[in-house]
Structure formats: C-alpha cells, structure tokens
C-alpha cells in the first residue's frame, strides 16, 4: 500500500531523513520506532505532506505521489492522528468529527454510527466541548476524526503519550481490530515499546534519521528491537 524510496527531508539547511525506504501493507500494523529525535514524526509529517520531501518517492497503493498538501494527500487516502491531538477546544466532539467532511464528497457528509461503536464515550459526549474532553476521550476523538475520512492508510504518531493505561488498551484493541479488518495499511509511531512490540506486524527502526533496522516481527527479535531503540 505505501512505499517510501530515497526519501529525504530538511528543514532549512539541516538534513532529517536521510534516504528512507520502507513500506507499509494493507492489513498490517508498521511500528516505526527509535529514541526522542531520530526523525519518526518528520517520517509521517513527509508522508502526509505537512513538510514538504526535498527528495525520492512516495506511492500509495500503487500511484506516485507527487510532493502534495496535506488536504490533497488527505483527499488521496491519507489520514494522519498527530501527536498532541490536534482537537478544536470551542467545537463540540461531532463538530470536531465533522471536519473531516472536507476530504469527503457532498453526499458522505455523515459520522457513521459505527465511530460510536468504536468509541462509545463520543457518542455521550458529543455535543460537549474538544477542549473539555480528557486527554484520552481527545486521542479517541482524534482516531475517529481519522477513521471519517475512509483512509487508505492511517497514520498515528504516538497515540498513547499522556493518556491513561485503561483508554490505552482500548485504542489498542481498536487499533488492532482496524488491522484485522484488512481495509487500510496502519503506521505507527510509538515510544512505548510493549504497546508497539504487541500490536506491530512490521518494524522500522530510526536513528540519525536512517533506517537501522527493519522487517516483519517473524525476522526481528524483541532484543534486536530493544537494541535499537535504546541507542
């Protein structure tokens, strides 16, 4: 589904991502993983178009992309859940849902009610205030905000950072049953590593902005993993 060749980013004159190839299946989780700084979240915000690549490629389930806007990439299939959510505090949660009309043609313009099977706090909250949520009500708001968007490839960078262990494992199980269902690749960016370890079907470790190590968790042990996250 996705494929990255040669990939490079800067930001001014300071080089980032130096060369990344890797690839994310549909029906698969793709852990990218390393220490604070090695360039996980300027991975994804090249891939979603928030920061322009200086160099190489980027296909989506088969197509070359050329260097877009995020809305253009948005309306291609691309779905990002940024780190820190990202909510509107004065919108309600459906307002905040229906922002992701804009990627949709005029006749989808609708939350689907499974987003509040997936997270049924939503549908409690719904005419609450983004701000007021908690940090994990926020982070599942953020997935489904995604998820609206019918994504060809979601992108969630750090989805657990500040939230509580018990909504943890609720967006695990529904990361995981996103998976399952075998309709979208799903990259993960992630610091926690039993989380990423548990969930991951593919691993891609950063470091100095360039892949040290990746491949299915059939061929990457959990001590080569830990190795090369903790450098």
Same mark, same amino acid.
């Given at each position: 589904m996705l494929k990255t060749?040669?990939?490079?980013?800067?930001?001014?004159?300071?080089?980032?991502?130096?060369?990344?190839?890797?690839?994310?299946a549909t029906g698969q989780i793709t852990c990218v993983m390393g220490t604070n700084g090695v360039g996980k979240t300027s991975l994804i915000r090249a891939i979603c178009g928030r920061h322009p690549r200086s160099a190489g490629t980027v296909e989506l389930d088969g197509e070359s &992309?050329?260097?877009?806007? +995020?809305?253009?990439?948005? =309306?291609?299939?691309v779905a990002l859940v940024p780190q820190g959510r990202e909510i509107f505090p004065l919108l309600t949660v459906r307002e905040n849902m229906e922002t992701a009309f804009a990627c949709l043609p005029k006749g989808e313009h609708e939350v689907p009610e499974a987003m509040f099977e997936l997270f049924p706090v939503l549908k409690e909250m719904q005419n609450r205030r983004g701000g007021d949520l908690s940090g994990g009500?926020?982070?599942?708001?953020?997935?489904?905000?995604?998820?609206?968007?019918?994504?060809?490839? &979601?992108?969630?960078?750090? +989805?657990?950072?500040?939230? =509580?262990p018990n909504i943890i494992q609720q967006i695990g199980k529904v990361i995981a049953m996103l998976r399952d269902e075998g309709r979208m690749a799903i990259v993960l960016v992630e610091q926690f590593?039993?989380?990423?370890?548990?969930l991951g079907d593919r691993f891609v470790v950063l470091r100095r902005g360039e892949v040290t190590l990746a491949g299915q968790k059939g061929d990457v042990t959990r001590d080569q993993l830990l190795a090369g996250v903790s450098v």
């Open positions: 060749r040669d990939l490079t980013l800067h930001y001014g004159h300071s080089q980032i991502l130096n060369g990344i190839d890797m690839e994310a &992309l050329p260097v877009l806007p +995020p809305h253009a990439l948005a =309306q291609k299939g009500q926020q982070q599942q708001l953020a997935i489904a905000r995604a998820l609206i968007t019918k994504p060809k490839l &979601l992108l969630l960078d750090e +989805p657990t950072e500040g939230i =509580q590593f039993d989380f990423a370890h548990d």
